[in-house]
Nanobody, 125 residues
Framework: QVQLVESGGGLVQAGGSLRLSCAASGRLFSTYAMGWFRQAPGKEREFVAAISWTGGTINYADSVKDRFTISRDNAKNTMYLQMNSLKPEDTAVYYC??????????????????WGQGTQVTVSS
C-alpha cells in the first residue's frame, strides 16, 4: 500500500494560483485511481477532482470546473492539482486519496481507502 503526502498549500490572494502535489511512496502508484477532496471548517469533506489510473478519465466538482486541473505523472509517483482563479470559498484543507479497487474512483469518499494528511489552502479576499 502506498503512502500519500500532500504539499504546495499556502496563503494566496483571491484570483491567485497554487499547485498542490501528492507524492506517493512505493512502486504501485500507477495502479491507483486518485482523487482530491477538501474540507472547510465546520463542513464535510467534499469531492474536488478525480483521475483514473492512466489519466484517461477525469472529472471535477462543478464548483472548481474550468479553474482547477488535475493531472498525474506515474513516472514520478505524483499527482497534481493546479488551482487558478482562486476564491475565498476555496479555503480548506485539501486531501489526496487513492484506491486500487477500481480504475477510476469518482466522487465518493467511500471509494478511496488511502488518504494523505492534508495541506491547508487559504485564499484571502
Amino acid at each position: 500500500q502506498v503512502q500519500l503526502v500532500e504539499s504546495g498549500g499556502g496563503l494566496v490572494q483571491a484570483g491567485g494560483s497554487l499547485r498542490l502535489s501528492c507524492a506517493a511512496s512505493g512502486r504501485l502508484f500507477s495502479t491507483y485511481a486518485m482523487g482530491w477532496f477538501r474540507q472547510a471548517p465546520g463542513k464535510e469533506r467534499e469531492f474536488v477532482a478525480a483521475i483514473s489510473w492512466t489519466g484517461g478519465t477525469i472529472n471535477y466538482a462543478d464548483s472548481v470546473k474550468d479553474r482547477f486541473t488535475i493531472s498525474r505523472d506515474n513516472a514520478k509517483n505524483t499527482m497534481y492539482l493546479q488551482m487558478n482563479s482562486l476564491k475565498p470559498e476555496d479555503t480548506a484543507v485539501y486531501y489526496c486519496a487513492g484506491t486500487t479497487s477500481r480504475n477510476y474512483g469518482g466522487s465518493a469518499r467511500s471509494n478511496y481507502e488511502t488518504w494523505g494528511q492534508g495541506t491547508q489552502v487559504t485564499v484571502s479576499s
